[in-house]
């Protein structure tokens, strides 16, 4: 009783003592995770975008009690998505770049880890900070993980005149905040699963810069006026993932996940996938993801008049909708004697079509509101393909 | 959240100490099955953190992805 009176409702004191009282269990082994470097290609192209671009991700262990790793990426983006075709507008293209570093360390058979990363475009500046500590007890058999990461974002917006950017202003400030657990058990010899829960806690300006709603007007025509969204929101999430080896070498895996927040969003994904080995040399692996949400509260395609009320949306992303995603994947293991300190080697590619269908955002392109009239646009939906080719090298 | 994250904390107290009679029921030399790289929950590290900045971008839900989570300048 007086610990639960001593922690109260303050989720940094509340943090602060599970850390604790995970650092002190007792605790039988931890590994750092292996040495090795991967160099990636990404594609996204759907929904009138395409984004590409490298990402490289080298880690590498000191004198066997630390390993830091360092990861950059970036997005490159151009097209038209239907926010942009909405507006009349038919082109756009941005740079994303993003840089990270971390480390782990290895002590009393407890793994601590600290890392920063920054997110840079012309409109956006992310930077945040990530610590977490895990360990492995009851005979290496369950593994008890915290995490807490901080971001701070400065969020610009870009003004154009005659097609190109005459200036960049900034909009506001987002701080993001999450806190999370992690409890990974041994089954059986062939069973594990994992149960993950986190909460995010953003405040700030959150919404896009550039996104606007549409209302109606009295004379039945159309005006479009920025969104506004809350300054705070809140959200949890809680996963279970299951991975089963089956009766031959191949292995099951299994997740769930549940979502809801401040904003009245309840969403939920699971996902099948099916990892089979043929040979020595392959690795092949299918899966299907669905996920389902329900709108903002805030939400809505088309709103009655100007300011119809404190918080406006039409983002997509705030509406309801549901996506599925079927995904292969295939590696083959490199045979190589060149170089001897490479352990092994592999070439990897995968490959994932994604389907999005809303159930309350309008395409309201010129030409479908032109077809059909305000508000009585077709539901839109696109597709999209995810492409991943990477050369993974372990040493 | 804070009610889970609490529980969680009193939860691990009578583990403290070793207070705990419950034992292990998978040795270390039973989990040849389990050591299995196809038995990772993720095996890929650069890529599993793309595909999980793809959903995050596109779904409203973020949080709880298991590895390779983290704030992205992703809005």
Redesign the interface.
């Known amino acids: 009783m007086a610990v639960t009176e001593f922690l109260g409702r303050n989720p940094l004191r509340i943090f602060a003592f599970a850390l604790l009282t995970l650092m002190s269990l007792q605790s039988v082994a931890a590994v750092l995770p292996e040495d090795r470097a991967d160099v990636l290609y990404h594609r996204y192209e759907g929904g009138g975008i395409t984004i590409d671009g490298p990402s490289v991700l080298v880690r590498k262990q000191f004198k066997d009690t630390v390993s830091a790793w360092g990861n950059y990426y970036t997005d490159n983006i151009s097209g038209a998505s239907i926010d942009l075709l909405s507006r009349g507008s038919t082109y756009y293209e941005e740079h994303r770049t993003e840089a990270s570093v971390g480390f782990d360390y290895l002590h009393d058979r407890t793994v601590l880890s600290l890392s920063h990363t920054n997110s840079s475009e012309r409109d956006y500046e992310a930077n945040s900070y990530a610590f977490a500590v895990s360990q492995d007890f009851f005979g290496d058999m369950t593994t008890l993980s915290l995490n807490y990461s901080q971001g701070n974002d400065e969020v610009r917006q870009n003004i154009y005149e005659n097609g190109s950017i005459a200036e960049t202003i900034k909009r506001g400030d987002a701080k993001h905040q999450r806190f999370g657990l992690g409890l990974t058990q041994v089954l059986t010899e062939k069973w594990i699963m994992a149960f993950n829960a986190e909460s995010v806690v953003d405040e700030g300006f959150l919404n896009n810069p550039y996104r606007s709603v549409r209302y109606l007007l009295p004379d039945g025509g159309v005006g479009n006026q920025p969104e506004v969204y809350p300054e705070t929101r809140n959200s949890d999430a809680f996963a279970l993932r299951s991975m089963y080896y089956l009766p031959y070498r191949a292995a099951l895996r299994l997740e769930y996940r549940t979502y809801f927040d401040s904003w009245d969003i309840n969403a939920d994904n699971w996902e099948i996938r099916y990892i089979h080995p043929y040979g020595d040399e392959w690795t092949f692996e299918i899966k299907y993801r669905a996920y389902s949400q329900s709108q903002a509260e805030f939400f809505n395609d088309l709103f009655p008049y100007e300011d119809a009320q404190n918080f406006l949306a039409r983002d997509k992303e705030m509406s309801a909708y549901s996506d599925t995603t079927f995904g292969l994947g295939v590696t083959y293991e490199l045979k190589q004697t060149f170089f001897s300190w490479i352990d092994k080697s592999t070439l990897n590619f995968y490959w994932d079509y994604m389907s999005f269908d809303y159930e309350n955002f309008r395409a309201n392109t010129p030409e479908n509101t032109a077809e059909y009239g305000v508000g009585n646009e077709p539901f839109y939906q696109f597709d999209a393909n995810v492409l991943r080719l990477f050369l993974s090298i372990n040493y | 959240?804070?009610r889970?994250?609490?529980c969680?904390?009193?939860t691990?107290?009578p583990?403290?100490?070793?207070a705990?009679s419950v034992?292990?029921?998978?040795?270390?030399h039973?989990?040849?099955?389990?050591a299995?790289p196809?038995?990772?929950?993720e095996q890929?590290?650069?890529?599993t953190?793309?595909?999980n900045h793809?959903?995050e971008a596109?779904?409203?839900?973020?949080?709880?992805?298991?590895s390779a989570?983290?704030?992205?300048?992703?809005?």
Do not use: K, T
């Open positions: 959240m804070l889970l994250i609490r969680f904390a009193l691990l107290l583990f403290v100490g070793g705990c034992q292990p029921w998978v040795q270390s039973e989990r040849g099955y389990l299995d196809i038995m990772a929950f890929h590290p650069a890529s953190r793309y595909i793809v959903y596109r779904e409203a839900a973020r949080g709880a992805e298991g989570g983290g704030g992205c300048g992703c809005n």
